[in-house]
């Protein structure tokens, strides 16, 4: 299994982004996805996940109300759309796959990463 993260960049506070990730594999309906991110001097926390029928989402308390995760699986892609970005949110993204189908909120329920994509947001 291979993940593709894409969609970041440089915004401004206030503004909006869509982060997505492609995964390889046929049986990316089966998979619990979910999205974490790290900043700077800190420790990988958990953003937002979904579980692999898309009826249960859970998200970060820091980030709800601002971010909505997807999910499209003809496209075997995972979305993070991320409203009135602060600051704070600066991170490098990483998208991840629990093959169990749950997802969560913890690291080590996933099994597979992206390679992360940088997110820059200035005052």
């Known amino acids: 299994v291979q993940l593709q993260a894409s969609g970041g960049g440089l915004v401004q506070a206030g503004s909006s982004l869509r982060l997505s990730c492609t995964v390889s594999?046929?049986?990316?309906?089966?998979?619990?996805l979910g999205w974490f991110r790290q900043a700077p001097g800190k420790e990988r926390e958990f953003v937002a996940t979904?579980?692999?029928?898309?009826?249960?989402?859970m998200y970060a308390d820091s980030v709800k109300g601002r971010f909505t995760i997807s999910r499209d699986n003809a496209k075997n892609t995972v979305y993070l759309h991320m409203d009135n970005v602060k600051p704070e949110d600066t991170a490098v993204y990483y998208c991840?796959?629990?093959?169990?189908?749950?997802?969560?909120?913890?690291?080590?329920?996933?099994?597979?990463w992206g390679q992360g994509t940088q997110v820059t947001v200035s005052s």
């Open positions: 991840a796959v629990d093959s169990g189908g749950l997802g969560g909120s913890r690291i080590r329920e996933y099994e597979y």
């Open positions: 594999g046929r049986t990316f309906s089966d998979y619990g």
């Open positions: 979904i579980n692999w029928t898309g009826t249960i989402s």
